[in-house]
């Protein structure tokens, strides 16, 4: 599975950005699929993740704010992020999966594929 994720960029606290995440590959529709960030000189942390049946998990500083979904159809992965603020300037990474279970994948070491990241910068 390779995966290419696209759609950051540099907004004003406040505003809106919607990431995007392909994947090419097979049985894309059976992976739980992640996003995660890292900001400077900080470890990778989870942001929210989206099991094969729909499921969704948030991390407690994104809830409200963020929503991801799945498009199985076109192998895409999304995360609207809504109501930016300057802490959530990082590198964003999707990420997948062959779990196809019903625990919530929270942890880096849980995820076999990655993208390359997607620069977010909020400005205050």
């Known amino acids: 599975v390779q995966l290419q994720a696209s759609g950051g960029g540099l907004v004003q606290a406040g505003g809106s950005l919607r990431l995007s995440c392909a994947a090419s590959?097979?049985?894309?529709?059976?992976?739980?699929l992640g996003w995660f960030r890292q900001a400077p000189g900080k470890e990778r942390e989870f942001v929210a993740t989206?099991?094969?049946?729909?499921?969704?998990y948030y991390a407690d500083s994104v809830k409200g704010r963020f929503t991801i979904s799945r498009d199985d159809a076109k192998n895409t992965v999304n995360l609207q992020i809504n109501s930016l603020k300057p802490e959530d300037t990082a590198i964003y990474y999707c990420?997948?999966?062959?779990?196809?279970?019903?625990?919530?994948?929270?942890?880096?070491?849980?995820?076999?594929?990655w993208g390359q990241g997607t620069q977010v910068t909020v400005s205050s």
């Open positions: 590959g097979r049985m894309f529709s059976r992976y739980a």
């Open positions: 990420s997948a999966s062959r779990y196809s279970g019903s625990y919530w994948l929270s942890q880096p070491t849980q995820y076999a594929y």
């Open positions: 989206i099991r094969s049946d729909g499921g969704t």
